[in-house]
Structure formats: C-alpha cells, structure tokens
C-alpha cells in the first residue's frame, strides 16, 4: 500500500489492514462521495472529518489479480494539513509496530 500520509510502502495483508483500520478510527465522519470500476481497478473518494473540525478528502484505489484478489492499495489524502495530522496521529499509533520511517511527521 502506498499512502500520502507514509514516508514508505506499506506491505503485508495484515500491516495494510492494521493502518487502514487506525486511519479509520481517526474519522469522527467518513462518507463516500464517488466509486467507479475501470476493469482491474477500483476507485472510492470520500470527504470525513477528524480531529474535530480538520476536513479530510481522501481517494482509494484498489488494483485486483487475475483472480480477483486485491494486489495493490493506494491511500491519498488532501489537503497537506490533514496529511499532516493524520500522519502525526498514526506515528502515534503505529510507530512502534511499523517502525517511526513509516511517518514522515
């Protein structure tokens, strides 16, 4: 997986779940506003909110294998300030586990 929010590719089913699922925990407000298939590909764009009152836009892209099976995730974000934070916030979270050169904040 890569991520705005990671200095470095995340891989491994379970570290990817694990930072999806600590992403997500940080949304107070989560709400898709846009998904599309394009063959192999799928893409999800939603707005939330967190840390109070910091709006976050973020894409999802999903790539599946010849079987379906999901072989690439890519997780970006806007604007900077919410890259930042939620950044900051999964260092928090994760740091220790991942390894802090996973968060650049």
Known sequence: MISSVLE???V???AIIKVIQAAGALYETHSVTFSASFGN???F???AQAFGNVAVHGVVTLTRGLEGE???VGVHHGPLSAVNKLSSA???RLGTELGAEYFPY
């Open 45 to 47: 764009e939603y707005e």
């Open 8 to 10: 470095r590719k995340v």
């Open 12 to 14: 491994g089913r379970d």
């Open 70 to 72: 999901i072989v690439a």
């Open 41 to 43: 590909r799928e893409l």
């Open 90 to 92: 999964l260092k928090e």
